[in-house]
């Protein structure tokens, strides 16, 4: 037997750790890794197993200096704390083990550190390893042959996460996405055949998550309608799951924007109760899009030539709406940086997600990731910054305009987006002109009974009570806290749908870690956090 140690490094304060937000609602992370557990259920019962989110407790050196053997992932975001945990292992004399994300695509980057690197998925190496290693005849590195049949993987370990550190819980799904991004590193990994899990797997999951008292899950499938076909059964058996347990659990993803061309599949979405999809939108400059490949989000009617920037982002925004009209909102992700993209793209970006009615918006800076089609072409184009943190937030020399000129046009449209006025804005358009809920009520409160309505209506005002106190009390900025209550004032009066009351309030919480992130970078408070 075995003492294994299984670590995930904490996460700097980016625009996904919610750092500011998770200090009101007394968590420390929004939902586990879920590689950590994954690899727990994978390890033969011989074995004792020990997981270390950093993000939820500091890491416990005694028990790593007692492992046998010290398990290490990490995504690119991440990077720099692996290495720093990575060096602490080996000067404790450890064997270490590394692999995730980041070591998948950069596998020399800790490189006189790790024993052994896993590239890609290790569901297969892993178990192969820990028999090689027993034996002492192993190789240093290991990449599966075959892409993983997800259908035979086991439930994850959730008992020996520490759970009540974690907002969110977490599902996967399925892997792969059948796109071809240039600057994606999920192909990369997982391919573009979507696996998917079978729908007993995801039911049995999904209760573990309820029984262990939480209320809301994130699907976290880079793309989870990649595989249509096969999605469809899993979401019916959701649906009535979620109709069983009264809509207890909501749910969260990612899917491509085509989602909105599928009407059978937004209703499916809505019985399932997913509340939350994020889109990779990129950009509404269609030259950008075609320069990625982001074929999926341009209008394949249009005709060929020159193309239509006023007409394409139309195109996008009509698929945005068609999603928020089902009750379903929608977070995305835009990047600043294309080849074709000129100093008037910020000024483009700010108009057009003043006209999506989407709170939150992760933008970023183009970045090349290594092993993806857009490293390589920027590699024999001369166009890499090697340096691992450059100064001006990412590793591309941009054709379009100066890196200092990007650099701080993305800084600034950061701090304008989150602006106070221009994000409530956003949000009283969603949820007072447009009340974008209403369809997705009508589908899903027949389905509760009265009795339970009340309850829920009672549990949720007190939660909503608390939550406000807690923003009030932990919001510095007086004007801030004034302008918050009068924004929800404002709301209040316009008699909404009284459960959307605590969404409204938990959307200013969200602002506030925005608001935070996006002044401290644009004030030099911090570097440049790049999310990619």
């Known amino acids: ?301 249009q005709p060929r030539g020159e193309p239509d920037a006023e007409a394409a982002a139309s195109f996008i925004l009509d698929r945005i709406h068609r999603i928020q009209g089902k009750g379903i909102k929608v977070t995305c992700g835009l990047i600043l940086g294309f080849d074709s993209d000129t100093p008037d793209i910020f000024e483009s970006h700010r108009r057009f997600i003043a006209k999506t009615g989407i709170l939150q918006v992760m933008v970023g800076l183009l970045a090349a990731i290594p092993k993806t089609p857009l490293y390589e072409r920027l590699r024999r184009e001369g166009r890499l910054d090697e340096e691992d943190f450059s100064a001006f937030g990412t590793n591309v020399v941009p054709v379009g305009m100066g890196r200092e000129q990007l650099t701080r046009g993305f800084l600034d449209l950061i701090a304008e987006v989150y602006e106070p006025a221009a994000y409530f804005d956003r949000l009283d358009d969603l949820y007072i002109r447009r009340r974008f809920y209403d369809h997705a009520e009508a589908v899903r409160v027949p389905n509760i009974p009265r009795w339970l309505r009340a309850k829920y209506l009672l549990i949720s005002w007190s939660f909503t009570s608390w939550l406000l106190v807690r923003l009030l009390w932990r919001v510095e900025v007086k004007d801030l806290r004034g302008f918050y209550l009068k924004r929800l004032l404002n709301y209040v009066s316009h008699r909404p749908y009284p459960m959307r009351v605590l969404d409204y309030v938990m959307e200013s919480v969200c602002h506030y870690h925005f608001y935070r992130f996006s002044r401290d970078m644009a004030q030099g408070r911090t570097g440049v956090v790049n999310t990619m």
């Not at 937004?266 to 939108?281: D, K, S």
């Open 1 to 301: 037997m075995a003492k294994i140690v299984l670590i995930n490094p904490r996460f700097s304060v980016s625009f996904w750790s919610m750092t500011h937000s998770l200090d009101i609602l007394g968590r420390e992370a929004m939902v586990p890794t879920a590689a950590l557990s994954l690899l727990a259920a994978l390890t033969p019962p011989e074995h004792e197993v020990r997981l270390l989110d950093e993000a939820v407790e500091p890491l416990d050196w005694e028990a790593i200096a007692g492992a046998d053997l010290v398990g290490l992932t990490g995504m690119i975001v991440q990077r720099e704390r692996m290495r720093e945990i990575a060096t602490q292992v080996k000067a404790l004399g450890k064997f270490l083990v590394v692999g995730g994300p980041w070591i998948t695509v950069q596998e020399d980057y800790l490189a006189g550190l790790a024993d052994v690197v896993f590239v890609g998925e290790a569901d297969q190496t892993w178990p192969q390893f820990l028999a090689e290693w027993a034996e002492g005849n192993h190789p240093a590195r290991y990449e599966q042959a075959e892409r993983t049949d997800m259908t035979t993987l086991p439930a994850p370990r959730l008992d020996l996460l520490k759970l009540d550190g974690y907002l969110q819980g977490s599902v996967q799904v399925s892997r792969g996405c059948p796109f071809l991004c240039e600057f994606c590193d999920i192909i990369v990994t997982f391919g573009r055949q979507p696996r998917v899990k079978a729908a007993d797997q995801v039911i049995a999951e999904l209760d573990e998550w309820r029984r262990a008292g939480f209320g809301s899950v994130f699907l976290v499938d880079d793309n989870l309608i990649g595989n249509r076909k096969a999605l469809l059964p899993i979401l019916d058996r959701i649906a009535a799951w979620q109709r069983e347990h009264r809509y207890i659990v909501s749910l969260h993803t990612e899917a491509s924007l085509n989602l909105a061309d599928d009407a059978e599949l937004l209703e499916r979405f809505v019985a399932a109760n997913i509340r939350t999809v994020f889109v990779g939108i990129e950009s509404p400059n269609p030259a950008a899009l075609l320069e990625t490949r982001k074929f999926q989000n341009v209008d394949r009617r």
